[in-house]
């Protein structure tokens, strides 16, 4: 079983939708959790990261993590084409721990 | 800054030919990365340096992976002798001194390897 698993997608939606994007993880030490957005063709770049359980919001991007479920969530509000990319979910033990990346979701956005 | 750096940007080569890739980190980053990614197995850490020390190689697949960082600015990854299941994205990405995982890594373009 892999420590952090990711359905492939590909997810479409049309502009606007609200978009969730979503990982479980099987390690109940993992203690922070991150979302990398990645565009065709280039390197993953950090979007949003959270410690423990709770939400976190920064702007249309809401991340969530349920510890008792081992679920962690990104939501995109009033969802772009310009968001249309690979987003991958990432966790670490702690911040000193290398990073588990699932295998990423693609999402496309519709105009 | 120009960011990380990685070249070749696209390598074919045939099977049991050596590669290396090449990778300059940002300027006052003192930890670098080696990944790879492809589609079956998504993206997994090969290796990292700290200070230019290997710290941690258990990602590395096999003896005929190595890494190297003889100093800050400059890290190779070499495949001796390649294989078609090598086939891959390398990405390199570094952090600032002082910074923790959690903190954004800063990735390169990545090199596109197809061994044939």
């Known amino acids: 079983q892999k420590e952090v698993e990711q359905d492939p997608g590909p997810l479409s939606v049309p502009e606007g939708a609200i978009v969730s994007l979503n990982c479980t993880y099987s390690?109940?030490?993992?203690?922070?959790f991150m979302w990398y957005r990645q565009y065709s063709r280039k390197g993953p770049e950090l979007l949003m990261y959270t410690y423990s359980s709770g939400n976190k919001e920064d702007g249309r991007f809401t991340a969530q993590v349920d510890k008792s479920s081992k679920y962690i969530s990104l939501f995109i509000r009033d969802s772009q084409p310009s968001d249309s990319a690979t987003y991958l979910c990432a966790t670490l033990y702690s911040s000193a721990s290398k990073i588990i990346f699932g295998s990423g979701t693609r999402l496309s956005i519709r105009p | 800054d120009a960011g990380v750096i990685q070249s070749p940007r696209h390598e074919v080569t045939e099977m049991g030919q050596e590669v290396t890739l090449r990778c300059k980190p940002i300027?006052?980053?003192?930890?670098l990365f080696w990944y790879r990614q492809t589609m079956m197995r998504g993206l997994e850490l090969l290796i990292y340096?700290?200070?230019?020390?290997?710290?941690?190689d258990s990602g590395m697949p096999e003896d005929r992976f190595s890494a190297k960082m003889p100093n800050a600015s400059f890290s190779t990854l070499k495949i001796q002798p390649s294989e078609p299941r090598d086939s891959a994205v390398y990405f390199c990405?570094?952090?600032?001194?002082?910074?923790?995982?959690?903190?954004?890594?800063?990735f390169g373009p990545g090199t596109r390897l197809t061994v044939l």
């Open positions: 300027s006052g980053h003192n930890s």
């Open positions: 390690n109940s030490a993992f203690q922070y």
């Open positions: 340096f700290n200070n230019n020390v290997p710290i941690d």
């Open positions: 990405a570094s952090i600032p001194t002082g910074r923790g995982f959690t903190d954004t890594q800063y």
